[in-house]
């Protein structure tokens, strides 16, 4: 009974899990695009996405058990400065954050206690399994988090010369640096949503008062891309001492070509050393059995049978 009933709490879960983003994601906006009446082009910036959690009921719970959580301000700050490098912008995300990790690290915790008797019968290592799925259910929204933000920094590091070469064109076209910022985050919104988000932002801080300099520099924080702290900093000496941004821009956006092709070439001068163990383990065994199968069938097929007769 236990297998069917295990199963079918998955298939539940499953269906609700289903049910749940089938609403959100194309039942409710439908029955908002048919009160508007027309189509709506909807253009994203990646603010939208990049906002966090936005309700729901699993969110709400999630985020009154992370409420419940003491953190210390040192702690508090540093998760909203990774919450954020991925994306996160969200208020309430650093108490939904925790909430997950209270919750896998439970929901682990009891099936590793319910499951221990099936996975080995040594009473120190059901010990350890419970232990290590405690610890797992906690620390693996951390990894999660962690891959997010790498994920996000290749994103916007690969973003960076399409938008350089556009910011070009506009410097060239007489637009002031602020504007060139905005159209490019404006006309890139489609192809390059992260980086188009993150210079959205950059506009908008300098229109709320802060200045350009402050602005890059939240820019380069909030991101963490080496990258980017590179276009901040040649950003900010252009502005201070005055020289041409488009030739700046210009020759930064070469420079990161040059270096992606350069990235490139190493990843494929590697690439030799790398399948060595697959096609020692994997190919080679395969290789063997095809090329030295028959003769081996034939040597035990004749030479065992010759060997024998002459030891009789």
């Known amino acids: 009974m236990l297998p069917i009933t295990i199963a079918a709490t998955l298939f539940c879960f499953l269906m609700l899990l289903i049910s749940w983003y ?3 994601r194309y039942s409710r906006p439908g ?3 048919k009160h508007l009446g027309t189509e709506a082009v909807v253009v994203n910036t990646g603010l939208e996405e990049s906002a966090g959690p936005r309700g729901g009921l699993a969110i709400s719970v999630f985020e009154q058990i992370g409420q419940q959580v003491p953190i210390s301000p040192q702690d508090a700050a540093m998760t909203r400065r990774i919450l954020i490098a991925a994306g996160l912008r969200s208020d309430t995300a650093v108490a939904v954050h925790y909430g997950i990790k209270i919750v896998l690290c439970v929901t682990l915790f009891v099936l590793a206690i319910i499951f221990r008797d099936h996975v080995t019968a040594v009473p120190l290592l059901r010990i350890v399994f419970v232990i290590a799925a405690g610890l797992a259910g906690y620390f693996g929204p951390n990894l999660y988090l962690e891959h997010m933000v790498s994920k996000r920094q290749e994103e916007l590091r690969l973003s960076l010369p399409d938008a350089l070469d556009l910011m070009v064109v506009c410097v060239e076209a007489g637009l002031a640096l602020d ?3 905005l159209n490019v985050s404006r006309e890139l919104s489609m192809t390059h949503p992260a980086l188009c988000g993150e210079l959205s932002l950059v506009n908008l801080e300098m229109r709320a008062g802060k200045r ?5 520099r939240n820019l380069a924080e ?6 980017l702290r590179k276009l901040v900093a040649i950003l900010i000496q ?6 041409s941004i488009a030739e700046s821009l210009r020759t930064h956006s070469d420079f990161m070509r040059v270096r992606r092709r350069q990235d490139a070439e190493e990843r494929a001068g590697k690439v030799g050393v790398k399948l060595v163990f697959p096609i020692f383990f994997f190919l080679l065994p395969s290789m063997l059995v095809v090329a030295a199968g028959p003769g081996l069938l034939q040597v035990f097929k004749y030479l065992f049978p010759l060997m024998r007769s002459f030891g009789h």
Do not use: N, V
């Open 22 to 24: 089938g609403y959100r």
């Open 31 to 33: 029955r908002f695009y």
């Open 179 to 181: 504007q060139a910022i």
């Open 212 to 216: 350009r300099s402050e602005a890059l």
């Open 222 to 227: 909030r991101t963490g891309e080496s990258e």
């Open 238 to 243: 252009t502005d201070r001492f005055g020289t």
